[in-house]
């Protein structure tokens, strides 16, 4: 296939910065930037014995798209007739390969063999002087059949070799700092917490792996690794990668990648294929009794199974070595697909029925994000766009994806009825018209259903019955909300909503109405009339969940507005009673978009909508329009969301520009590269009155 990845040195000021460029949810692709090229995650890391290579390091870059992979260098170390070439050539001219290489420092053989004869410093600096890109500190490996104070004390050790560590990687050795802690969250939040704040003469750890995880997953204990992630990720600096010590077979990748997981390592593909065993998406599949292939590969073309197992070991070794590491690949680009296109949950629970144990780790994490009781699950749910183009394929987990959740707290926290009824009458304890038949779009399916109803009675508010729950029919374009994919049987047994349910929407759950067709008539001028405070209360609506503006204020706001339309006929931009454009609802996913002039009001009435505060060199440039950078923002607002809109201004408070954030409040504050906020209009001086 030919070399498709550039090693060059990244630029000296970004060595060890890493930068999210996608995301959904806690999953991310990212860039990761060394010495010999970008690496580009969520990455396997092959494992490459120097003394045994199953597949040569060149052809794996080259025919496998491998850009980056592991070695020992304990190994190296350990051997002369490894360590002197790496010592004279480098570590790249002994594997010939130029892409970027991270080392272990033996802490595995450790635990494999007993004590290594090699120091803390003494193993650092042999990395360094071979040219690792990133290496690895001699940590203290922690079993899961280690007593709490064994733990505790190889947690300790770990921290007490970091600084002495990072001083002598020098420079240019990024250094990997190892999460221990067992089976214990509490050891592994600590660990976290206390290897992401140490700090060198240089820098910090540039990427942080969880360590001591082989022995479980040798066992199956997919709960267990599950919720090791999640306590690490509780206290784990934001802006690092994080690794899965170990970690390759491709079942796990999803739910590790959907987790935050960006970095593997394994040397499953060889060891895996010695044992005439292959590597798929859903487990192991042995060959012994195979007489077709399970998946589709070009390593395997053109061979049958029982042809391969007539081979020698060696050439049967080396072929389905080859397979595995094409398909963990495919499984990896699978993912990083999935991340691109909001999907990656989704491919969590299909991949979830791969085995009980990956079936129970998944369904422990359902009841968490559903349960939203702690910090990361809150993350993870705040850091998934709500608003998304597309649809939702239903199934009985779909309840739990992070960006449903995300939308259904929008919802319960931001929305509430419109102040008056159609005709212009103050609403007082409304009751609920509910929609439990038709399909999206409703103001297609349903709109002259409602009308009718509402000429009977002004204060109903209508509310979709979905498979996820209640949705506000001035909110019934919200995408993917609208486009949910469901067999009919599940939208008819749909039930009531709870009383409680109800009142936490604002309404009365003893005054409820089904909404029913009748095919009455009605008068044109009624009609239009109270479709009209429908259209209004939908704006109305997307300016309390998406720009976090109250009804009242944007009422006030929008009172005399008025819109133009598309070809179909749905409002296309909002304008204010003077004629300027505030907002455009955009028709592909129901979300709403601020004009500069939109800003400006949405600023100048104090509206909730979060603020970033951006350092004075960057304000004439995002006055430009250009997107605001990590690294050059002073402070922001706590309830900034990924995909939703902000406000940018100077530290006095003065609009600046507005856009749409690609991250959280702790993200917008821990990363150093890439872009925090998409600028959609930057507000020059001279447009300010």
């Given at each position: 296939m030919?070399?498709?990845f550039?090693t060059?040195p990244?630029?000296?000021?970004d060595?060890?910065?890493?930068?999210v460029t996608?995301r959904d949810?806690a999953?991310r692709?990212?860039?990761l930037?060394?010495?010999?090229?970008i690496?580009e995650t969520?990455m396997?890391?092959?494992?490459?014995?120097?003394?045994?290579?199953?597949?040569e390091?060149?052809?794996?870059?080259?025919?496998?798209?491998v850009?980056?992979?592991?070695t020992?260098?304990?190994?190296?170390?350990?051997?002369?007739?490894?360590?002197?070439p790496a010592l004279e050539q480098?570590?790249h001219?002994l594997?010939?390969f130029?892409?970027?290489?991270?080392t272990?420092?033996?802490?595995?053989?450790?635990?494999v063999?007993?004590d290594?004869?090699?120091g803390?410093?003494e193993i650092?600096a042999?990395?360094?002087?071979i040219g690792v890109?990133?290496?690895t500190?001699l940590?203290?490996?922690g079993?899961?059949?280690?007593s709490?104070?064994?733990?505790?004390?190889?947690?300790?050790?770990?921290?007490q070799?970091?600084?002495?560590?990072l001083?002598e990687?020098?420079?240019?050795?990024l250094?990997n700092?190892?999460i221990?802690g067992g089976?214990?969250d509490f050891l592994?939040?600590?660990?976290a917490?206390?290897m992401?704040?140490v700090?060198g003469?240089?820098r910090g750890?540039?990427?942080h792996p969880i360590?001591g995880i082989?022995?479980i997953?040798e066992?199956?204990?997919?709960?267990?690794?599950?919720?090791?992630?999640l306590a690490?990720?509780e206290?784990i600096?934001v802006?690092r990668p994080?690794?899965?010590?170990?970690?390759?077979?491709?079942?796990?990748?999803p739910?590790?990648?959907?987790?935050?997981v960006?970095l593997f390592d394994?040397?499953?593909?060889?060891?895996?294929?010695r044992d005439?065993?292959l590597?798929?998406?859903?487990?192991?599949?042995?060959?012994?009794?195979?007489?077709?292939w399970p998946f589709?590969s070009?390593?395997?073309?053109?061979v049958?199974?029982?042809e391969?197992r007539e081979?020698e070991?060696?050439?049967?070794?080396d072929?389905l070595?080859?397979?595995?590491?094409?398909i963990?690949?495919a499984e990896?680009a699978r993912?990083?697909?999935a991340v691109?296109s909001?999907?990656?949950?989704?491919?969590?629970?299909?991949?979830?029925?791969s085995?009980?144990?990956?079936?129970?780790a998944?369904l422990?994490?359902?009841?968490?994000?559903?349960l939203n009781?702690?910090i990361?699950?809150s993350e993870?749910?705040?850091?998934s766009?709500p608003?998304?183009?597309?649809?939702?394929?239903?199934t009985?987990?779909?309840?739990?994806r992070p960006h449903?959740?995300?939308?259904n707290?929008?919802i319960?926290?931001r929305?509430?009825?419109?102040?008056?009824?159609?005709k212009g009458?103050t609403?007082?304890?409304?009751?609920v018209?509910?929609?439990m038949?038709?399909?999206?779009?409703?103001?297609d399916s349903v709109?002259?259903d409602?009308?009718r109803a509402?000429?009977?009675?002004?204060?109903?508010?209508?509310?979709?019955?979905t498979p996820n729950?209640?949705?506000p029919f001035d909110l019934?374009?919200?995408?993917?909300?609208c486009?949910i994919?469901?067999f009919?049987?599940?939208w008819?047994s749909?039930?009531?909503p709870?009383?409680d349910?109800?009142r936490?929407f604002g309404l009365d759950p003893?005054n409820?109405s089904?909404l029913e067709s009748?095919?009455e008539a009605?008068e044109?001028?009624l009609?239009?009339?109270?479709?009209?405070?429908?259209?209004?209360?939908q704006?109305s609506?997307k300016?309390?969940?998406?720009?976090n503006a109250?009804?009242e204020?944007?009422?006030?706001w929008?009172?005399?507005?008025t819109v133009d339309?598309s070809?179909?006929g749905?409002?296309r931009?909002?304008f204010t009673?003077?004629g300027?454009?505030?907002l455009s609802?955009?028709?592909?996913?129901?979300?709403?978009?601020?004009?500069?002039e939109?800003a400006k009001?949405?600023?100048?009435?104090g509206?909730?909508?979060?603020k970033?505060v951006?350092?004075?060199d960057?304000i004439?440039?995002?006055?430009d329009?250009?997107?605001v950078?990590?690294?050059f923002?002073?402070e922001?607002?706590?309830?900034?969301a990924?995909?939703?809109?902000?406000l940018?201004?100077?530290?006095?408070?003065e609009?600046?520009a507005h856009?749409?954030?690609?991250?959280?409040s702790n993200?917008?504050?821990?990363f150093?590269k890439?872009i925090?906020?998409r600028t959609?209009?930057?507000i020059?001086i001279?447009?300010?009155?």
């Open positions: 030919g070399a498709r550039d060059s990244c630029r000296p000021q060595l060890g910065k890493f930068e996608t949810g999953a692709l990212g860039r930037f060394t010495n010999h090229g690496l969520p396997l890391l092959p494992v490459v014995n120097p003394n045994i290579r199953t597949i390091p060149r052809e794996m870059l080259e025919d496998f798209g850009q980056a992979l592991i020992n260098s304990y190994v190296i170390w350990k051997h002369e007739k490894l360590r002197l480098g570590v001219q594997l010939d130029p892409g970027i290489i991270v272990d420092s033996g802490t595995f053989q450790s635990y063999y007993g290594i004869d090699v803390v410093k650092v042999f990395q360094r002087d890109d990133i290496g500190m940590d203290v490996f079993r899961p059949d280690q709490i104070d064994e733990l505790k004390d190889a947690v300790l050790e770990t921290v070799r970091a600084p002495e560590s001083d990687a020098g420079p240019d050795l250094l700092g190892p221990q089976l214990h592994r939040s600590e660990s917490e206390k992401g704040s700090s003469k240089f750890f540039t990427v360590g082989v022995p997953m066992r199956h204990r997919y709960l267990d690794l599950v919720k090791i992630i690490v990720k206290t600096p802006n994080i690794h899965l010590f170990g970690c390759g077979h491709p079942m796990l990748f739910m590790s990648i959907a987790l935050g960006d394994s040397a499953a593909y060889a060891l895996f294929a005439g065993r590597l798929t998406p859903h487990g192991t599949v042995r060959i012994g009794n195979l007489k077709e589709p070009r390593i395997l073309n053109g049958t199974p029982s391969v081979m070991e060696k050439q049967r070794t072929l070595a080859r397979y595995n590491l094409e963990t690949q990896l993912c990083r697909e691109r909001g999907k990656i949950w989704s491919l969590v629970e299909q991949r979830s029925h085995s009980p144990e990956l079936r129970e998944y422990f994490l359902k009841d968490k994000l559903i009781e702690d990361t699950s993870i749910i705040r850091s766009f608003v998304r183009s597309g649809s939702e394929r239903w009985s987990d779909s309840g739990a449903l959740l995300h939308a707290a929008l319960c926290e929305w509430t009825p419109p102040l008056t009824n159609w009458e609403m007082q304890n409304p009751g018209l509910l929609i038949s038709g399909r999206s779009p409703w103001r709109k002259s409602i009308i509402l000429s009977h009675n002004p204060n109903l508010i209508p509310l979709i019955q729950g209640l949705l019934e374009d919200w995408a993917p909300l486009h994919q469901a009919d049987s599940i008819s749909l039930t009531l709870s009383d349910k109800l936490e003893t409820i089904i009748t095919g009605i044109k001028e009609r239009n009339q109270i479709f009209n405070w429908l259209e209004k209360s704006i609506a300016c309390s969940v998406f720009l109250s009804r204020s944007t009422e006030k929008l009172e005399d507005m339309r070809s179909t749905r409002i931009n909002v009673a003077d300027r454009h505030v609802p955009r028709l592909h996913d129901g979300g709403i978009s601020l004009t500069n939109g009001d949405l600023h100048s009435f509206a909730r909508l979060p970033l951006l350092q004075e960057a004439p440039f995002v006055r329009g250009r997107n950078i990590h690294g923002i002073e922001v607002d706590a309830h900034i990924p995909g939703l809109a902000c940018i201004v100077n530290s006095n408070g609009l600046v856009g749409v954030s690609k991250c959280t993200e917008i504050m821990s150093s890439g925090a906020v959609r209009g930057g020059k001279q447009d300010i009155e």
